[in-house]
């Protein structure tokens, strides 16, 4: 096979173990943004809509510093690296953010349940987990077409 090939065939032939590996690169920038926002705008007390706006942005923030490291450190200029990273992980994060959110905020009592409660922390869990179940075709289905985690796949 020629490089070309190969590499039609690395993108075309996108598997379901790419994709779950993108998706679990995701979940844990989102996590770690999603549990912090949660934990700082209910310890804050927060209205439901604030704690998920802030919960939403550190989301992003841990997502693209994950992806963004990397690239870094191989030597890609900064400009070029932020690029590279809004490209490999904006619509990923944001599918799982949207699922995230919605789940949450669709269990009754979760937002409000309080950080010692088992019922917000399950819904959380629960939240993330349906968030990566949903999010795992999107990023085949990007990774196919040579989007997503494919722009950055040598990088990590």
């Keep these: 096979m020629s490089t070309h090939e190969e590499h ?3 993108v075309h032939g996108a598997t379901g173990g790419q994709a779950a590996s993108a998706t679990l690169h995701c979940l844990t920038g989102c996590a770690i943004g999603e549990v912090l ?9 927060l209205s439901t809509g ?3 706006v802030l919960s939403v942005a550190l989301a992003f923030v841990f997502g693209y ?19 590279l990273t809004v490209a490999a992980d904006t619509v990923s994060i944001a599918v ?7 789940v949450m905020v669709a269990v009754p009592g979760a937002m409000e349940a309080g950080l010692a ?12 987990a349906v968030a990566f179940v949903v999010t795992v075709p ?5 990774i196919a077409r040579g989007r997503g985690h494919a722009v950055v796949h040598g990088m990590h």
Excluded at 69 to 80: K, N
Excluded at 96 to 102: A, C, G, Q, R, S
């Design 117 to 128: 409660s088992v019922l917000f922390w399950g819904s959380l869990a629960f939240s993330l």
């Design 96 to 102: 799982m953010e949207i699922v995230d959110n919605l």
């Design 65 to 83: 510093a994950l992806t963004l490291t990397p690239i870094l450190r191989a030597g890609v200029a900064l400009g070029a690296a932020l690029g």
């Design 50 to 52: 604030a704690t998920v």
């Design 37 to 45: 926002g949660m934990v700082v705008g209910t310890a804050a007390g």
């Design 8 to 10: 039609a065939h690395a």
């Design 138 to 142: 999107v990023n085949r289905w990007l």
